[in-house]
């Protein structure tokens, strides 16, 4: 829940990217922070691991402006994907207001999207949420490996597999080229917006 300072007139947004290990959440972040550093005094911070790329999150804090007098401001989280690292992924996903689900494209990743879809669900009913009540946005990562010749699910496919039931937003991208990387961070933090400016009534 958005942490609203009626003071100081602020509102602090938290949108965590989530998926599976090695699915692109860090990378995304990184083309992110890359497009505005220009524009933030922060950096962003970021905690590797032989296993996995993020180990706790990345934390990318950034103005967007003001919704009815208040600022708001945004961090960005990643969670790490390995199953093992559950507890932290649960911890970082405390006090979310929006998802950004990054799935990995390759078809030998299939079952680990549905798993890690499965696990966002049961993490955030832990905090009462659920998750067809949360914004949400996935991003169909990877799509570039299909002109190296590695094969990649169709997009009718993982719209099955993930938002038949949930019918989110979606986009297809390539994290780590930057396509429609700004596209699905524009949409998370746009329908945040519109569910906390409610709270701003």
Do not use: C, W
């Not at 958005?2 to 998926?19: P, R």
């Not at 790490?80 to 207001?97: E, I």
């Not at 049961?122 to 998750?131: G, R, V």
């Amino acid at each position: 829940m958005a942490f609203i300072n009626t003071k100081t007139k602020e509102v602090q947004v938290k949108l965590v990217f989530v998926g599976p290990g090695r699915g692109g959440k860090t990378t995304n972040l990184e083309y992110i922070f890359s497009r505005i550093r220009h524009r933030i005094e922060s950096d962003m911070v970021s905690i590797k691991t032989q296993g996995d790329r993020t180990l706790f999150f990345d934390f990318l804090p950034f103005e967007l402006g003001a919704i009815k007098g208040y600022n708001v401001k945004t961090q960005l989280y990643t969670v790490p994907g390995q199953v093992k690292y559950n507890a932290t992924r649960k911890l970082v996903l405390k006090g979310v207001d929006g998802i950004v689900f990054v799935a990995d494209s390759m078809v030998d990743r299939r079952e680990n999207n549905i798993s890690a879809l499965n696990n966002l669900a049961e993490n955030l009913n832990f905090y009462d949420i659920d998750i067809t009540d949360l914004p949400l946005v996935f991003q169909y990562n990877k799509r570039d490996l299909a002109t190296e010749g590695i094969p990649i699910l169709d997009v009718e496919t993982m719209e099955k597999d993930l938002n038949a039931q949930l019918k989110a937003p979606s986009f297809t991208a390539s994290a780590l080229k930057g396509d429609n990387v700004i596209p699905t961070v524009k949409k998370a933090i746009s329908t945040t917006m519109v569910a906390i400016r409610e709270k701003l009534l």
